[in-house]
């Protein structure tokens, strides 16, 4: 009796199925996690020695200790940028005004602020900028002494500021500067400010 010939279609079934069989394998090998590396060494006075991969014997006096190579995960928390800035040339009151605000909703921040200042007394005259940063109830005040025009750099004078607080609300961090004994024109030619926003507030 001379034997059937397999069908066509059954020998593709057949060697789908395989291929099938070998890419799913191929693929749950990639995937799978793969185990942490331990390492193993010896310890004394702080210096680690015969560092391994296996289980080591130490000598008297030297403690055995093992590590994973993938370290536990730290904990995680907010990490927000926030940017404003004014190029605007504005010129400063007699009196502490704004020159710069950034509105922050409720949380722990750094912000840093710096103002590029500059003198154009038409009288040539010395003149007193004080700047201030301020942040719920955090504030940070620097100032700088300018000469006239014709004195020139010293007639320009940049001032940086930087608070670190916590805002149970929404609220804004602001820039306010003043022309304290002000003879003539000190401008704020350029504000910047930035704030980071952070999980939690250390202090020191």
Not at 151 to 180: F, H, K, R
Request: include cysteine; aromatic fraction near 4%; charge should be negative.
């Amino acid at each position: 009796m001379t034997p059937r010939k397999a069908r066509p279609f059954a020998v593709v079934a057949v060697v789908c199925a395989v291929l099938a069989l070998c890419v799913t394998t191929a693929i749950a090998a990639e995937t799978s996690p793969k185990a942490a590396t331990v390492f193993h060494a010896c310890l004394k006075d702080g210096t680690l020695s015969s560092v391994a991969t296996k289980a080591v014997t130490c000598a008297s006096g030297f403690k055995a200790v093992s590590w994973d190579k993938t370290g536990p995960t730290g904990p995680m928390g907010p990490s927000n940028s926030f940017y404003a800035a004014d190029s605007t040339a504005q010129q400063l009151q007699t009196t502490l005004s704004p020159v710069l605000s950034m509105s922050l909703g409720a949380g722990t921040y750094v912000v840093n602020a710096d103002v590029w200042l500059d003198d154009e007394s038409p009288s040539n005259a010395s003149d007193l900028a004080i700047c201030e940063l301020t942040l719920g109830t955090a504030t940070d005040e620097v100032e700088v002494g300018l000469s006239g025009p014709s004195s020139a750099p010293q007639n320009e004078g940049t001032l940086s500021m930087t608070v670190a607080a916590t805002i149970a609300s929404a609220g804004s961090a602001t820039v306010s500067c003043v022309g304290a004994g002000n003879t003539g024109e000190t401008l704020a030619n350029t504000v910047n400010m930035t704030g980071i926003q952070s999980s939690s507030l250390t202090t020191s």
